[in-house]
């Protein structure tokens, strides 16, 4: 079954490959990603449903036996995850038939988006540190081209913020690993684990983690590391912000999770507690952030920081029911982010704007789409029983067992802030009275959406309510990812076999 | 052998840091080529610098004898040059083109995309999807 390892990775990459050649033809290009993005959707699926029903799932490609060679590894984290990327790719692609013209489809707007998807796919199922590095760049070059595609000014201002930091965070993220490697021997996941305990010199591990820290806090966007992400998130094509928003930032969370429930197993020193100040700090910076802006992409941008604050929260309590609301938090919080940027876009088409002042009376002209905004927007903010009441009740009851008090009130009050922005735009946009003059600018011409747009947010609306209502099963599932993270065993005997 | 590397490394990385904390961009962009050969030369000397024989296990034999240089971190810098080598050639293009669109490198005045809120009007840039 290891060819269903492979294929999430292959799929893509195959795709974007054939998809530079069909560049000049828009209408083919639509069928190859669609059809592409239907066939990852059903192989990670199928991958989902092997890696629940049979336990982890690892191969050894090229048949170097595992320390030695590179290793790909589906838990049910990196399933779940490879699962949500897919149907992400699928909505999004869809809503580029109509969001994305024949000029930037010249310039490889396919190519790219598929190179991007095979670069967070190859990220979630590797079981090598270097070769997750190589993805890393991988996603990373494909998300500088997407994200200056059209050339814009402000495209090209917040691409220079974006690129210049990720390229510090890859910089650091190989330094570490060159470290991790010469304390080591190793860049085997699964081997790191069994490795790093020996390490005598603890002063010297702890720096490396610190390293590691770093470079996954630039790319999750944490507390003093998230200022690119608001620079950049609001200026490419709709299309490309909601994948990016979904997406990238959680893959440097997914990064954070792997490795320090994997590698740095060992005590760590005061790094549990300054993760928890971290994950505080950026849940209120963000919300914060969110409140002072009147932009609809860019109160959405920081809300993305605010909510990646509380997958760190998750991380840093370091229990078992914590690792679960994370998890059950990234499932939810991907949908329904990549929702909220589709239906601004939509929201865009209709006004013409993303400017709050210049939009207005949607709820009376589209009743439909405002309830298309109501469900991930009031599930981001937590109201029962939508996806994201459960995520963030988990994450809470997890910091009152343990007595974070403090942390569970910021996470709380946080939910109420963002609330608070839910709202802001709900009155702005759908219920206050349209403005009366639109004349602000001259891109502002109102145009018709089509079902290629409302088709992929309807259904990741759906999506929401169902994971709302079977919360249940997901949370079950979640539970199960969160013993096989705070169990590492597991995942060494699948990859390294039983023979320590 | 290594001492002398660690330095050069810590020297490099300390000049690179000072030119990436410039707000001009072409400094930067410097700062930035010299932390990454800074990093890369960290990784060479992580692999031990010891022998200038090729790591080559003599045909008797069925492990190395002595002490040798590990081959694997050159491998590593291998793949980091070519994918520095890649981000890089991107990045001069994308300065340039910022630089043709924007009229500046210091990005004290990079405001486009974070238009200052005061600002009478709002900053509005037509979207690339729209036809202008």
Redesign the interface.
Known sequence: MSVLLILPILLPLAGGVIAVFLKSNPKRSLQLALTNAGLQTLTSGLLLYHVHLNGILSTQIGNWPAPFGITLVADHLSAVLVMITAIVNLAVTSYSKA???AG?IGRGYYPLLQMLVCGICGAFLTGDI?NLY?WF?VM??AS??LL??????????????Y??IN??A??LF??G???L??LT?TLNLADLHTKVPLIANRGLLTAVAMIFVAAFGIKAALFPLFFWL???Y??????VSAIFSGLLTKVGIYALIRVFTLVFTVDMGYFYPALLVMAALTMITGVLGAAAQ??FRRILSFHIISQVGYMAMGLALQTRLALAGTIFYLIHHIIVKANLFLVSGVV?RLQG?F?L?QLGGIYRSNGWIAILFFIPAFSLAGFPPLSGFWAKMILIRASLDIHQYGLAFVAAAVGLLTVYSMTKIWAEVFWKPAPQANH??????PRKTSAWMLAPITALALLTIIIGFGAEFVYKFAWQAAEELSHPQYYVNAVLGNRQ | MQTLCAGLVGVMVAASVYL?LDRN?IR?LFG?IL??NA?NL??FA??RLDSQRPPLIPDPATAMQGSFA?A??QA?IL??IV?GF??LS??FV??Y??YQ??GTVD?EF?????AD?NDQ????????????
């Not at chain 2, 990079?110 to 974070?114: D, Y």
């Not at chain 2, 009007?121 to 979207?127: E, F, I, M, N, R």
């Open positions: 969001d994305i013209d930037l270097f190589v760049e990373l070059i500088f081209g200056v595609l059209g050339q814009s000014k402000s495209q090209l201002d917040g691409g220079v913020k690129v210049v390229l510090l890859t910089l190989i330094a690993i060159g470290l490697y010469g021997g608001p620079a950049a609001h200026t490419p094509p709709v299309a009147n932009e865009q704007s400017e002042a602000f600018s001259e891109a502002m011409i | 990436i961009l930067f930035l932390a990454g990093i960290l990784i992580v692999g590990n694997l971190p590593l793949t980091a994918i890649a981000l991107f990045i994308l300065f083109r910022a669109e924007l990005t990079m405001r486009v995309a974070e809120p009007l709002p900053v509005s840039s037509p979207q690339p999807g729209e036809p202008a």
